[in-house]
């Protein structure tokens, strides 16, 4: 298994159904070498990050040209992350510890390093709640005459971006995990060397204090590669397996093999993006195969097999592959072109990208609702559609003193972030409201 993108295995992104899907063979060589990890800005599809021998790189025009000031990790970088709504913050998965960089790969802080032959084997992100991540953490066990392994060893959880982690209690061994909110949902496996191994497939509804046992796609038999959930539908799953393509719309209490047919197992994998239930992109041994509806029909590219890591852009439809040759693009977006979704304004005309947590009572973050009014404004509700919370302007105030201007009104007290990123010259602003705060802010210097 290969660890790339949003969580474990071969990690592909899903486009948004109502942009329709792009070519599944339209891929283009953009960059010969070699990458271990790859992962898009969901907010501005042209900004790219690559791990390579030398550390982490980022592209802001689709991987043309590539920028020298990006902080350097270890060239053991594993797994690159972009946070869905701060978008400026990314995630990696670096030798045995986890790293955050809130200003677009500059520069990296340690988050958790679990200790002496211990790592870190792959990092989830809650796509509704994004500062809630999971951390799985593995262990090297060596065993006479067998050599040494990493085996898995505890699963911990963060609900405030990494600052602090707390374990939880899975029975078995994860092969995947997947969090939408208070669902989360995990592939298991037990035994192993000298017993049999049967697998299984757990849930959780309380944000995985408790797990219980479903139903796992395609059986006990058969070893699950990863199992993903839609962040506007919970209940909505997809996972691979080594028996094929497996869609739930229960939580996992049943299963349907909507991919009957293609070269799909277990190191295939799906990953929705924000907004998309229904096109979805997946990276198998033959090639990437594409489908509109949920996986009812498919189209697919047998000219980029070998695909060892995959991320498709929102809506336009802007994907990346590397292989071991290279790093490939599917399509294209204009430049300074945001992707709305059901948590992001795009305003300005389309270049800026304005996005929302809010802090709950327990701590935790939630991504606002946004809704789009005009070009240039929008607002967001946080606990229901009918309540409005914040109302965003930008406006082009550069014939008066040369900046873009940024305003916004609110109408709750609550604890928020607002960020918004110019997605033609990657700049981002932050402004922050503290709890008991009844706030508006005129910027008129802001980009």
């Known amino acids: 298994m290969k660890t790339l993108g949003y969580a474990r295995g071969v990690v592909i992104a899903a486009a948004c159904a109502a942009a329709g899907p792009a070519l599944a063979d339209a891929w283009n060589l953009v960059q010969t070498g070699s990458f271990r990890a790859l992962a898009v800005n969901p907010a501005a599809p042209n900004f790219v990050y690559v791990a390579t021998d030398v550390g982490v790189r980022r592209s802001d025009d689709g991987g043309a040209t590539w920028s020298d000031g990006v902080g350097r990790l270890s060239s053991s970088v594993r797994q690159l992350v972009v946070d869905p709504v701060a978008s400026s913050t990314v995630y990696a998965v670096s030798g045995s510890a986890v790293y955050r960089s809130v200003d677009r790969a500059a520069s990296w802080s340690l988050l958790l390093d679990p200790g002496t032959d211990r790592r870190i084997g792959w990092l989830t992100i809650d796509r509704l709640t994004p500062s809630v991540l999971y951390a799985v953490i593995q262990a090297n066990a060596c065993i006479p005459q067998l050599g040494c392994y990493w085996l898995f060893h505890a699963l911990e959880k963060s609900t ?105 197992d277990a190191n295939s994998v799906s990953v929705l993006a924000p907004g998309a239930t229904q096109t979805i992109f997946v990276a198998t041994a033959a090639g990437v195969f594409v489908s509109a509806d949920g996986g009812d029909s498919w189209r697919g590219s047998l000219s980029l097999p070998d695909v060892t890591g995959l991320a498709v852009g929102a809506r336009a439809g802007v994907g990346y592959a590397i292989t071991p040759g290279g790093l490939y693009r599917l399509g294209s977006a204009p430049a300074g072109q945001c992707e709305s979704t059901p948590t992001r ?77 110019d997605t033609e010259a990657g700049g981002v602003r932050t402004y922050e409201n503290s709890p008991g705060t009844l706030a508006s802010v005129a910027d008129t210097g802001a980009f």
Not at 370 to 385: E, I, Q
Not at 407 to 418: I, K, M, P
């Open 160 to 264: 405030d971006a990494g600052a602090s982690w707390a374990e939880l209690t899975v029975k078995g061994a994860i092969d995947s995990l997947s969090a939408s909110g208070s669902n989360v949902y995990a592939a298991t496996h037990a035994g192993g060397l000298f017993t049999p191994v049967r697998y299984a497939f757990q849930r959780s509804t309380d944000g995985g204090q408790s797990f219980e046992y479903a139903t796992p796609p395609g059986g006990g038999e058969n070893g699950v590669g990863e199992v993903v959930c839609d962040p506007g539908s919970p209940n909505v799953i997809y996972a691979t397996s080594w028996a094929g393509l497996f869609r739930s719309s229960d939580g996992g209490s049943t299963w349907s093999a909507p991919a009957d047919g293609l070269p799909v």
């Open 345 to 421: 304004l795009c305003l300005g005309g389309g270049r800026f990208a304005a996005e929302v947590w809010w802090r709950k009572n327990d701590g935790t973050t939630v991504s606002g609702r946004a809704v789009g009014l005009t070009a240039d404004s929008g607002y967001f509700w946080f606990f229901r559609d009918s309540n409005v919370e914040l109302v965003v302007k930008i406006l082009d105030g550069r014939s008066n003193n040369g900046h873009y201007w940024v305003f916004f009104g609110a109408l709750s007290n609550v604890q928020y972030t607002l960020t918004v990123t």
